[in-house]
C-alpha cells in the first residue's frame, strides 16, 4: 500500500527558508510521478513542484520558480521541497501527492495517494 508522510514544516520569518520531506513508501517500481501541492485557507489546491520518481525533469509552479527545488533521493525512499525566499503568501499546509504513471501532472485530482499534509507559516 503506497504512502506518503511528510514532514519539516513549521514558522518561519520571511526570507527564510524550510525543507519539507515526504517519505514515500510501499510502492513497487519506479513509475510514479511526484508532486507537491499548496492549500491556503479558503483557497484551491495548488500545485506547486512535480518529477518523476525514477528521476529526469522537474518542474515549477511560476508563483516558486526560483526559489523552490523539489528533488529526490532513492536511497532514503523520499522526495524533499527546498524552499527558500519565503514570503507571506507561501503560508499554506503543503501536500506530497504520487500517482502511477510515467507523467506528472499539476491537477491535485490525478493524483490518487497523498500524504497528511504539513503546515508552513511565514511570518512578515
Known amino acids: 500500500q503506497v504512502q506518503l508522510v511528510e514532514s519539516g514544516g513549521g514558522l518561519v520569518q520571511a526570507g527564510g527558508s524550510l525543507r519539507l520531506s515526504c517519505a514515500f513508501s510501499?510502492?513497487?517500481?519506479?513509475?510514479?510521478?511526484m508532486g507537491w501541492f499548496r492549500q491556503a485557507p479558503g483557497k484551491e489546491r495548488e500545485f506547486v513542484a512535480g518529477?518523476?520518481?525514477?528521476?529526469?525533469?522537474?518542474y515549477d509552479a511560476d508563483s516558486v520558480k526560483g526559489r523552490f527545488t523539489i528533488s529526490r533521493d532513492d536511497a532514503k525512499n523520499t522526495v524533499y521541497l527546498q524552499m527558500n525566499s519565503l514570503k507571506p503568501e507561501d503560508t499554506a499546509v503543503y501536500y506530497c501527492?504520487?500517482?502511477?504513471?510515467?507523467?506528472?501532472?499539476?491537477?491535485?485530482?490525478?493524483?490518487?495517494?497523498w500524504g497528511q499534509g504539513t503546515q508552513v507559516t511565514v511570518s512578515s
Open positions: 501527492a504520487a500517482r502511477y504513471s510515467s507523467r506528472w501532472s499539476t491537477l491535485w485530482d490525478a493524483y490518487p495517494y
Open positions: 518529477t518523476m520518481w525514477s528521476g529526469g525533469s522537474t
Open positions: 510501499g510502492h513497487t517500481g519506479s513509475t510514479y510521478a
